[in-house]
C-alpha cells in the first residue's frame, strides 16, 4: 500500500477518534461518549443539550445504528426548528382566531364625515374631523363597553387617517341591537388632514379594529 496513503488514512482515524462527535452511535458507549462530548470546548453548550436530550428522548423511537453524533446533532437541530415553526405556526392561528372573533362581534361603520374649523370669534380655537358612526351587536350578549380604533383610506388607498381611537363606555348596546353615536378628533391641519377634508366622502374607506368588547355578564373578548 502506498505509505502517504497509509498515513493519510491513519490520521483520518485519529482524527475521528479524537472527536467525539465524529463517532458512531453506540447504546453501549452512549454514558461515555456524552461524557467525551461535554468536553469538548468549541462546541456550544446549547447544541449539547440539544443532542443529549435528543439522544435521551429519541433513541427508542429512531434507528441511529450507522450514525455518528454529529449526523444525530444535525438531525435533532432540524427536529427543533421544525418544532418551534410548528409552536409559532400554532400560536399565530390562535392569535388570528381571537382577531377575527372579536371583530365579527361587531359591525361598525361610518356614516357620514364634517370637519368644523376653528372659530375664534366663537372661541374655538380648535379645528375638529366629526364622524357620525353605527355599530351592529352580532352576539346574543348585551354591550357595556368597547374599545377600537381605525385608519382612512382615500380611493387610491392612500393612508390619509390613523390613529383614531374611540371608547365607547356611555351606552349598553342590545343583543342584536344597533347603536349610532357621533364622535369627534382634534385635527392636526397637516397634509393628510387637508386630504380627508377635501376628500368626496363617498369614496373613503375606513378600516375597522376591535381591541375589546365588555358584556354586560362580565365576559370578554379582546
Known amino acids: 500500500m502506498n505509505k502517504n496513503f497509509t498515513i493519510f488514512?491513519?490520521?483520518?482515524a485519529l482524527i475521528s477518534c479524537s472527536n467525539p462527535l465524529e463517532r458512531?452511535?453506540?447504546a453501549i458507549n452512549l454514558?461515555?461518549?456524552?461524557?467525551a462530548i461535554e468536553k469538548i470546548e468549541n462546541m456550544n453548550q446549547e447544541d449539547k443539550n440539544i443532542l443529549k436530550e435528543w439522544?435521551?428522548?429519541?433513541?427508542l423511537k429512531h434507528d441511529l445504528t450507522g450514525k455518528t453524533y454529529h449526523q444525530i446533532l444535525e438531525d435533532a437541530k432540524k427536529f427543533a426548528e421544525m418544532d418551534e415553526q410548528f409552536s409559532q405556526d400554532k400560536i399565530n392561528n390562535d392569535d388570528e382566531k381571537e382577531e377575527d372573533k372579536v371583530n365579527k362581534a361587531l359591525n361598525i361603520s361610518i356614516n357620514d364625515y364634517n370637519h368644523k374649523p376653528a372659530n375664534i370669534n366663537d372661541y374655538q380655537f380648535n379645528s375638529y374631523h366629526i364622524f357620525k358612526y353605527t355599530i351592529h351587536n352580532n352576539s346574543d350578549k348585551e354591550i357595556k363597553a368597547i374599545k377600537f380604533g381605525f385608519h382612512i383610506y382615500n380611493a387610491l388607498g392612500d393612508e390619509i387617517g390613523d390613529g383614531y381611537m374611540k371608547t365607547f363606555t356611555d351606552k349598553r348596546i342590545k343583543p342584536y341591537g344597533t347603536y349610532k353615536g357621533?364622535?369627534?378628533?382634534?385635527?392636526e391641519n397637516d397634509i393628510n388632514?387637508?386630504?380627508l377634508v377635501n376628500s368626496n366622502f363617498?369614496?373613503?374607506i375606513f378600516n375597522?379594529?376591535?381591541?375589546?368588547?365588555?358584556?354586560?355578564?362580565g365576559t370578554e373578548l379582546m
Open 31 to 35: 454514558d461515555r461518549d456524552i461524557i
Open 55 to 59: 439522544l435521551r428522548s429519541s433513541n
Open 193 to 195: 388632514d387637508l386630504k
Open 9 to 12: 488514512l491513519f490520521s483520518f
Open 24 to 26: 458512531e452511535y453506540n
Open 202 to 204: 363617498d369614496d373613503l
Open 208 to 217: 375597522f379594529t376591535v381591541n375589546k368588547i365588555v358584556y354586560t355578564d
Open 182 to 187: 357621533t364622535m369627534s378628533f382634534d385635527a
